[in-house]
């Protein structure tokens, strides 16, 4: 019903940048949240960043002052600014979504994940 794909994982130096984003498609009638997650190897899920419908933002203490996460709602869209990486911000990210069907259903949505490598 609800389709997330995610886009613009990679390899980085420590110190630079990558811009992630996520687009949902299908069966949406509005999105009540957007989140951001990451899994480093051999830990469990952590959140990372989120934003509600109305704009508040959260974030992670270890991100705090590194990343931005940002909406476009009319594309269903949202992206992840990460600047300053360090090499334990390395893990998949995984983008999030609690949405409002056009049934009228909530559904709780996952991407497939993209991997971010910080490594020099």
């Known amino acids: 019903q609800v389709q997330l794909v995610e886009s613009g994982g990679g390899l980085v130096q420590p110190g630079g940048s990558l811009r992630l984003s996520c687009a949902a498609s299908g069966s949406i009638f509005s999105i009540q949240a957007m989140t951001w997650y990451r899994q480093a190897p051999g830990k469990e899920r952590e959140l990372v960043a989120g934003?509600?419908?109305?704009?508040?933002?959260n974030y992670a203490d270890s991100v705090k002052g590194r990343f931005t996460i940002s909406r476009d709602g009319a594309k269903n869209t949202v992206h992840l600014q990460m600047n300053s990486l360090k090499p334990e911000d390395t893990a998949i990210y995984y983008c999030n979504a609690y949405v409002l069907t056009i049934a009228r259903v909530y559904v709780n949505c996952w991407g497939q994940g993209t991997q971010v490598t910080v490594s020099s």
């Open positions: 934003v509600i419908n109305g704009g508040r933002t």
